[in-house]
Each structure stands twice: as structure tokens, then as C-alpha cells.
């Protein structure tokens, strides 16, 4: 009913939906919702393990509004307006976040209208079926200037389901002096976010890639894409 009714509504009235600290929330594709308010930093994480060295990477891609980039936060450039990256990580080693990213969003351009957080597979010959108990989330920062997460608002598991070398895991919108979470979950191309495989779907450019996952029916699997089942959860 939600998807029916959005398609009539402006975008402005979709971001009304306000986010809450209370629990973590449950995101399909394309929702969206207003930020907590107080929440005015956010803190990304991403985490892997594996049982060989395998490099993924997070990073925040900054568009303006004519779908242009205007800033591109990564493990290769760590510190931008408003957002700044913990360091990298080549390996997945050690328990919690393997990387951060933190977004103050008052310190961010006022050209920047879009924010996309993107993973991407450094590591060639390699793909999200290659870890395990990995995942990306969005935490409101706890206070201070660190690296130090909150409540989570959503987290999204990185696994076989992801059929692409880069997921476009969600973007922030800037809605006049409030910020909006759209949950995507597009799979792209790329082994970093500076290649043109993964900024051109991040842009719209390019089609996203379909994500897939399987449903078991007694003994047999069938694999069906998001747009199978019409969702792709966040929890």
C-alpha cells in the first residue's frame, strides 16, 4: 500500500516519516524517512570476515543537484566537507566496524543535495559470497567528534545475495535544513567508487545491477531477483 500511495505523494510529504531512537528501523527498497532529530552526525560501518585477506571498501559519493559529483569520500581521500574516513582496512581483521565513515551533515556544501553511501570489492576474483557476518549500517553518532557509533538505524547484510562487485547500500537527501535516509540496496560495478562503473549508477546513468536471493522451496532453490519479491529488507 506504502509503494502505491508514494507515487502520488511529492517527496517532501514521503520524508515526513521521521526515523526513531527507540528501535532500528525496517527499511524495504526506495523507503524513506526523516532523520531523529538531534541526529547530526551519522556514523557508517562496515564489517567482514573471511578466511583470506579480502579488501572491501566504504565510501560517501556526493552529488549536486543536476546529478553532478561534487564530493567523494574514500579510504584514498578520507577527509571532504563535512565527512571523514577512519582509515582502511585490507583485510576484514579484528571484531566491530572494519571501517567508518562519519557524516556531520551541518558542515556539509550547501551543493551537495545527495549523499550515497557505497561498498565496493577491492579485491579482484572476489564476491560477497566470499565472507561472512558482513554488513553495512547507518548509527547515529554518539557525542564528540570521534568515530564512536550509536543507535543503529538500519543495517544491511553484504552476502551471496549481492551479485555485484559494488552495493549502493542507501542515500541521505537533503530536504532544506532536514536530511532524509532512502534505503536502495543497487548493485553496481566497480572495484572503487572513483570508476565510472559504479558513479554512473549512482547517478543514474546506468541501470542498476539486480540483486538476488533464494527462496527453498522443500528441496529445491529458486533464484529470484529484489524485483521478484518487490523489496530488499533493511533491519
Known amino acids: 500500500m506504502r509503494e502505491c500511495v508514494d507515487k502520488f505523494l511529492d517527496q517532501g510529504l514521503i520524508c515526513e516519516r521521521v526515523l526513531s531512537y527507540e528501535t532500528t528501523f525496517t527499511m524495504k527498497k526506495d523507503d524513506m524517512a ?4 538531534g541526529a547530526n552526525a551519522m556514523i557508517i560501518g562496515l564489517g567482514w570476515t573471511c578466511r583470506k585477506d579480502l579488501d ?5 559519493i556526493g552529488l549536486d543537484a543536476n546529478k553532478n559529483k561534487v564530493q567523494l569520500c574514500s579510504f584514498s581521500n578520507i577527509r571532504q566537507e563535512g565527512i ?3 582509515g582502511d582496512n585490507t583485510s576484514g581483521a579484528g571484531s566491530g566496524d572494519d571501517e567508518r565513515i562519519r557524516i556531520e551533515f551541518g558542515n556539509v556544501p550547501q551543493n551537495t543535495q545527495e549523499l550515497f553511501v557505497v561498498i565496493n570489492i577491492y579485491s579482484n576474483n572476489a564476491t560477497f559470497r566470499d565472507v561472512s557476518a558482513a554488513y553495512v549500517r547507518c548509527a547515529v553518532a554518539r557525542d564528540g567528534k570521534g568515530f564512536e557509533p550509536g543507535h543503529v538505524l538500519a543495517q544491511y547484510p553484504l552476502d551471496g545475495n549481492v551479485n555485484a562487485r559494488g552495493l549502493v547500500f542507501c ?4 530536504r532544506g535544513g532536514t536530511w532524509c535516509m532512502q534505503a536502495l540496496s543497487w548493485g553496481c560495478g566497480g572495484a572503487m567508487a572513483t570508476d565510472s562503473a559504479c558513479l554512473d549508477v549512482v547517478a543514474g546513468r546506468t541501470e542498476p545491477v539486480a540483486m538476488t536471493h533464494t527462496l527453498v522451496k522443500g528441496k529445491k532453490a529458486a533464484h529470484v531477483t529484489t524485483e521478484d519479491e518487490g523489496c530488499c529488507t533493511i533491519f
Open 34 to 37: 526523516q532523520l531523529p532529530p
Open 56 to 60: 572491501f571498501d566504504a565510501s560517501v
Open 84 to 86: 571523514l574516513h577512519r
Open 171 to 174: 542515500r541521505f537527501i537533503r
